[in-house]
């Protein structure tokens, strides 16, 4: 029981993290001076 609640709680964190990198992705292609003069400060 132990092992499958560590592969749910590892495929929520593993899919919110891939969200946020597409969201992350989109928004560096419609804003990329944005996301770049926040990145580099």
Excluded: C, D, N
Aim: proline residues 2%; charged residues 10%.
């Amino acid at each position: 029981m132990e092992k499958w609640g560590v592969l749910v709680w590892f495929g929520v964190v593993f899919k919110g993290r891939l969200i946020t990198l597409m969201l992350w992705s989109l928004g560096l292609i419609s804003q990329p001076h944005f996301y770049m003069s926040a990145y580099l400060e």
